[in-house]
Structures are given as C-alpha cells and as structure tokens.
C-alpha cells in the first residue's frame, strides 16, 4: 500500500517508521506525567522563600506557589516555541524576597533612627535644664553682685561720712590750739599783772592740762581713726575689686558656656530636622511598598486565573491528543481496508480538524502565557526600579 500524507507529520502516521511513532506516543504519555523537578535553570532558594515566609511584610504567596507548583507539576516537556515560564515566576519571588530583605533592613535601621533621636531628645532636655539652672545661677550672680555694689555703696557713704568727721575733727582741734593760745597769754598776763590771783591761775593752769590731754586724746584718736581708715579702704576696695572682677569672669565663662549650648542646641536641632526628612522619606518608602504589596496580590490573583485558563487548555490539549491517537488507530486500521476509503478520507478530515483545534489551543496558551509575562513585567519591573531608586 502506498505511503499517503496525511497532514499530522510523517513521524506519527507513516507505516514504515511504526517505531519512531510509538516512541513519540509514549513520549507523549509519558510527558502529561507530573515532574517533581521544574524545567528551569535557576535553582530554588531555600532561604529566599524562608525569607519571605518569616517577613513581618510579607505577602500571602500561598496561592501564587500553589499555582506554581500545580503548573509545574502539570506541565509537559513541549517542544514548541511556547517556552517555561518558571523560571521567571521564581525570579519574581526572589526580587520579592530581596525587597522584602530590604524592607526589614530599613524598618532596623528606622528602629535605631529613632532610639537615636530619643537619645538626642533626652540630651537636649539635658542640655536644656542646664541651660536654664545657668541661667538661674547667673541671675543668682547678678543679684549678690548687685548687692555687693549696694554695700560698695554703703561703704562709700561711710568713709566719706568718716571722712567729713575727721575734717570736722581737725577744725575742732585748730579750735582747741587757738583757745590754748589765748588761755597761754590770758595766763602769762594773768601772771604779770595779777600775781596775786595763784588760785585762779593754776585752777586755769590745770583747765589748760586738762584741755590739752584732751586736745592730745583727740589728736591721738583723730589719727588712729585716720590710719585705720587708711588702712581699711584700700584693703574693702581692693576686696570689692577682686569679688567684681571674679564676678565678671564667672559671668563671662557662663555667656560663653550658654553660647556653646545654644550652638549645640542648633546643631542638634538641625539633626532633628535632618532625622524628620529621613522619615518622611521612609514613611514613603512603605506607602510604596504597600502599593506595590497591593499590585503584587492582584497580580497573584490574575496569576492565578490565567494558570487555572492554562491548565484547562492543557487538559483540553491531552483530550485532543487522545482523540488524535484514537483518529490515528483507525486511520491506520482503514488505510489496511480499501473499501472504505471514504471513511479513510472522514478520519482524516476530523484529525486535520483536532489538528487545527490543537494549534488553536497552543496559540491561545501562548498568548495567555505572553500576557502574563507582560502583565508582570509591566506590574513588577517599574515598582521595581522605582524602589531602586527611593
């Protein structure tokens, strides 16, 4: 009998090659078998999916490994231009992972950003309550230095009121040098015109030593209150001067010692700023992360509507493949029969028909399969790179 060609390819219905077409149909029996082992080449990562289940941030990816692993286990070994798509999805979940690593790390370091800004609070009310006992202590000094010039002042009036006192003094004892001249001649004309008067003269002679015992008490005591006085002014003065001029140094060590203050106080003031710009920017890092979170689970759920797509298709392709394997049986059991030729040429009709079918169901997985691609990459690949750069 002649070789006849029948559309579906020499390997699977020529007579002659009967070996090779059993070998592709147990190829293809044998290719619906689960696969415990993915057709990819990127290995899996033990640690990323711990990773990723262990995160606070983590997303719910139960349904997108479930519709992983159903796929993978599912899928056949095609030969067609279709492809493996698996080997994607994982890299997708381990950027997921490294984002969400990233996450953990941020959300660390925002932990020690604030513990460090309480730190800084704590040492700027520190800083503060020194400030404020300074200046409680400078208005202290400046009150004892206020009262300090308030005695210098007294001090003042009682050394110019004993000063007037001397002066008065002195002309007291000019008065009392004058009397005694008077009474010296009033005595020695006493004594030559009445010599007769002893009595009155010695009575004016012991009035005369009585006074000038007192003139020489005054004097004495004039002096003493003088050279005490000369003794204490410059001593206050000059303890006045150096309580004034310590004064003047403590305040001046407190102004520069308020200054420093307030520079640190600005200083850390503009760290504070610095500290609120960093979490305004971490705080948009985790909107983000929430949004693109957000397209992450649509993404898994559409994910999960186009496997489910797929694997109906899949099983539609192995129905037809075994409508196809029965068209072939009993296209090969009518190519024996002459007679019936006509139905030779319907069974042929209907395997050209499941093979159009069978090249649809391929092309609408292909697509299906391009769209998802497209879908991640559109959904992923931006969030990505924004995330990046942020």
Same mark, same amino acid.
Not at 126 to 148: F, K, Y
Not at 218 to 232: G, T
Not at 259 to 287: C, G, P
């Given at each position: 009998?002649?070789?006849?060609?029948?559309?579906?390819?020499?390997?699977?219905?020529?007579?002659?090659?009967?070996?090779?077409?059993?070998?592709?149909?147990?190829?293809?029996?044998?290719?619906?078998?689960?696969?415990?082992?993915?057709?990819?080449?990127?290995?899996?990562?033990?640690?990323?999916?711990?990773?990723?289940?262990?995160?606070?941030?983590?997303?719910?990816?139960?349904?997108?490994?479930?519709?992983?692993?159903?796929?993978?286990?599912?899928?056949?070994?095609?030969?067609?231009?279709?492809?493996?798509?698996?080997? =994607?999805?994982?890299?997708?979940?381990?950027? #997921?992972?490294?984002?969400?690593?990233?996450?953990?790390?941020?959300?660390? %370091?925002?932990?020690?950003?604030?513990?460090? =800004?309480?730190?800084?609070?704590?040492?700027?009310?520190?800083?503060?309550?020194?400030?404020?006992?300074?200046?409680?202590?400078?208005?202290?000094?400046?009150?004892?230095?206020?009262?300090?010039?308030?005695? =210098?002042?007294?001090?003042?009036?009682?050394?110019?009121?004993?000063?007037?006192?001397?002066?008065?003094?002195?002309?007291?004892? =000019?008065?009392?040098?004058?009397?005694?001249?008077?009474?010296?001649?009033?005595?020695?004309?006493? %004594?030559?015109?009445?010599?007769?008067?002893?009595?009155?003269?010695?009575? #004016?002679?012991?009035?005369? %030593?009585?006074?000038?015992?007192?003139?020489?008490?005054?004097?004495?005591?004039?002096?003493?209150?003088?050279?005490?006085?000369?003794?204490?002014?410059?001593?206050?003065?000059?303890?006045?001067?150096?309580?004034?001029?310590?004064?003047?140094?403590?305040?001046?060590?407190?102004?520069?010692?308020?200054?420093? #203050?307030?520079? #640190?106080?600005?200083?850390?003031?503009?760290?504070?700023?610095?500290?609120?710009?960093?979490?305004?920017?971490?705080?948009?890092?985790?909107?983000?992360?929430?949004?693109?979170?957000?397209?992450?689970?649509?993404?898994?759920?559409?994910?999960?509507?186009?496997?489910?797509?797929?694997?109906?298709?899949?099983?539609?392709?192995?129905?037809?493949?075994?409508?196809?394997?029965?068209?072939?049986?009993?296209?090969?059991?009518?190519?024996?029969?002459?007679?019936?030729?006509?139905?030779?040429?319907?069974?042929?009709?209907?395997? %050209?028909?499941?093979?159009?079918?069978?090249?649809?169901?391929?092309?609408?997985?292909?697509?299906?399969?391009?769209?998802?691609?497209?879908?991640?990459?559109?959904?992923?690949?931006?969030?990505?790179?924004?995330?990046?750069?942020?």
């Amino acid at each position: 009998m002649d070789e006849v060609d029948d559309g579906l390819g020499s390997e699977l219905n020529t007579p002659r090659d009967s070996h090779q077409s059993t070998q592709a149909d147990v190829s293809l029996d044998t290719s619906v078998e689960p696969s415990s082992v993915p057709t990819t080449s990127t290995p899996k990562n033990a640690n990323r999916q711990c990773g990723v289940s262990s995160s606070p941030f983590g997303l719910d990816l139960s349904a997108v490994q479930e519709a992983t692993v159903e796929d993978t286990s599912s899928s056949v070994k095609r030969q067609d231009e279709s492809g493996d798509y698996s080997a =994607l999805g994982l890299d997708w979940a381990a950027n #997921l992972a490294s984002k969400q690593m990233e996450l953990l790390q941020l959300t660390d %370091e925002h932990g020690r950003t604030r513990q460090q =800004l309480q730190s800084i609070q704590e040492v700027i009310s520190q800083l503060q309550s020194r400030v404020s006992s300074a200046e409680d202590t400078i208005d202290d000094l400046n009150s004892e230095r206020m009262a300090l010039l308030a005695k =210098l002042e007294q001090y003042k009036k009682s050394s110019e009121n004993k000063e007037m006192a001397l002066t008065k003094y002195k002309e007291e004892l =000019l008065l009392a040098h004058e009397k005694l001249k008077q009474l010296e001649n009033i005595s020695v004309e006493v %004594e030559v015109e009445k010599e007769a008067d002893h009595e009155v003269i010695a009575k #004016l002679m012991s009035e005369n %030593e009585e006074s000038k015992a007192l003139i020489s008490q005054l004097k004495q005591e004039a002096q003493q209150r003088e050279e005490v006085s000369l003794s204490r002014r410059p001593a206050k003065k000059e303890a006045l001067l150096l309580a004034a001029n310590e004064e003047r140094y403590q305040l001046a060590d407190w102004r520069d010692r308020a200054t420093r #203050l307030e520079q #640190l106080a600005n200083s850390q003031s503009a760290q504070m700023k610095r500290y609120e710009v960093m979490e305004q920017r971490f705080s948009d890092t985790v909107k983000h992360l929430a949004d693109q979170r957000a397209k992450v689970s649509e993404l898994s759920g559409e994910l999960k509507v186009q496997t489910d797509n797929a694997k109906m298709y899949h099983d539609e392709v192995l129905h037809l493949r075994a409508k196809l394997d029965e068209m072939k049986l009993a296209s090969a059991c009518a190519a024996n029969d002459s007679s019936t030729s006509k139905e030779l040429v319907r069974l042929r009709d209907e395997c %050209e028909r499941l093979q159009n079918q069978l090249e649809a169901g391929r092309e609408i997985k292909r697509v299906c399969d391009i769209k998802i691609c497209d879908d991640i990459a559109v959904g992923m690949l931006p969030g990505a790179a924004r995330s990046r750069s942020t």
